[in-house]
């Protein structure tokens, strides 16, 4: 079997993935802050390295993935009171949606999935056990680590203290001791959420809680952590920090792996801009699996570019995969390992190079040649499916439910069916002249000894 392979962002290198303890493997993905609908830069991150639990769980037989629920946030409390609504309304109705959203494009469940506010005990605990070690500091009602104590600060993001300041954008408030120090702890108003502490009522920062809530699942050293490459400074930076700090200086977090940005036709996406995509949104107007294949269509580490040409090119391409599952539809598969899918993705997880494997499947079974041959293409193209959650949708709905988002869908079927029609009763004038209609649709035919497969043209 193939060693796993991982680019860990704390060394700059891949390197084969060896878990501190077989028998239980870990990995941390940092989950949503959830006061709004997640858009498809968000999502990235929950396909992709929940792809690779799937994977690890194949290796591996026990293995923990936690991805946790940010709900409680400067941005919750701020959409909650212009809902004039608690924050557990707003959190309950959002976490809600990214559940909903995240099982529409085949997201792995996590098999831990704390909450913030369910571990508050122990953040508070935590921010105790930083202070007695001389780590963190309390003035005028806040918790603060002291970034001057930890000597590797900067170690994961490669920044000096002055460039971490200036990134970060700090709050240069006259109770800390440095500009860089950041807060485990603040004070709550009677209009803010707040739990009783020894610092008085407050709430926690946001760095602190994914410290506590992954030591509380998963324990005080992680085989994997993982998120976006936005959060590897100031988050994954600080959680190394302090959690370091507070388990007596023991590793944190073996492996990091980091996933590049989503953009929208070429620019970063943004709320000033307009062109933040939500799923909620986009999975009304594209199958789910269109969603899916074109967030796994660049490697995790590249940043990925969202247009309405990528939409139609997935779109497309999966039209022929399931053309290739159709003229299979009468073979019974044989259980058959998609050996070269797992390959692909063990090997830093090149969801690029699945694809490809993928539609070389689709495409040797097309000519594959002889009942048991067709058995074995099929079910290699099954397995292939279930590894990338892909190819899961029923061929006729397929093609027929498109009917209902993509008018094209069913005229194309209806051409053809009429174009079958026409060739049988030898009427070739007509079945020419539906030929050319259907490339005047942007469609192009390829006549096999199974039937017609139809494709939309590249744009």
């Keep these: 079997m193939t ?36 858009h498809i ?48 309304v707003i959190t309950g109705r959002y976490t809600a949606a990214f559940h909903t ?12 999935e704390p909450r913030a506010t369910a571990h508050i005990g122990e953040i508070i605990a935590m921010c105790e056990q930083l202070i007695a070690g001389g780590n963190a500091y309390a003035a005028e009602g806040h918790v603060l680590f002291d970034v001057a104590s930890y000597a590797d600060y900067g170690q994961l993001s490669r920044r000096s203290v002055r460039e971490m300041i200036a990134g970060a954008r700090v709050d240069v408030a006259p109770y800390k001791r440095n500009p860089a120090d950041f807060v485990l702890w603040k004070p709550s108003d009677a209009t803010l959420p707040g739990w009783e502490s020894p610092w008085g009522r407050g709430r926690p920062g946001w760095h602190i809680e994914c410290s506590a809530m992954s030591a509380t699942h998963l324990g005080e050293t992680l085989d994997i952590h993982a998120g976006g ?12 920090a302090q959690s370091t700090c507070a388990h007596g200086g023991r590793q944190f977090a073996r492996y990091w792996l980091h996933n590049g940005f989503v953009t929208c036709e070429g620019r970063k996406m943004s709320k000033s801009l307009g062109n933040t995509l939500l799923i909620d949104e986009l999975r009304r107007t594209h199958p789910p699996e269109v969603l899916r294949y074109l967030l796994l269509s660049a490697h995790y580490r590249q940043p990925l570019d969202w247009s309405e040409r ?39 997880l090149n969801t690029p190079k699945a694809l490809a494997e993928l539609n070389q499947l689709a495409r040797d079974a097309q000519k594959a040649d002889g009942p048991a041959a067709r058995a074995l293409a099929k079910g290699r193209l099954l397995d292939a499916g279930r590894w990338l959650s892909l190819l899961l949708v029923d061929v006729e709905t397929w093609f027929g439910a498109g009917s209902a988002d993509d008018p094209l869908a069913a005229r194309v079927e209806a051409l053809l069916v009429e174009r079958q029609a026409a060739r049988k009763s030898r009427d070739f004038a007509r079945a020419d002249q539906i030929r050319v209609e259907l490339t005047a649709l942007g469609v192009t035919i390829e006549d096999t000894p199974q039937g017609p497969r139809w494709s939309r043209a590249a744009a």
């Design 41 to 88: 830069g968000n999502a990235r991150p929950y396909v992709l390295f929940g792809l690779l639990a799937r994977m690890l769980k194949r290796r591996y037989p026990n293995v923990i993935y936690a991805r946790n629920i940010t709900d409680v946030d400067d941005k919750i409390n701020a959409a909650a009171a212009a809902a004039g609504v608690p924050i557990d």
């Design 229 to 240: 490459n936005d959060l590897m400074f100031p988050h994954h930076e600080n959680e190394i």
């Design 101 to 112: 959203d995240m099982a529409a494009i085949g997201a792995d469940t996590p098999d831990v």
């Design 3 to 38: 060693e796993i392979l991982l680019h860990n962002s704390l060394t700059r290198r891949v390197e084969p993935f060896v878990p501190l303890d077989p028998s239980r493997v870990t990995m941390y993905v940092c989950g949503p802050t959830v006061y709004n609908y997640a």
């Design 310 to 348: 990528a939409l139609e090119q997935a779109r497309s391409t999966l039209d022929r995969l399931y053309a290739a599952m159709r003229e299979l539809k009468d073979v019974t598969a044989v259980e058959a390992p998609a050996e070269a899918i797992e390959a692909a993705l063990a090997d830093d």
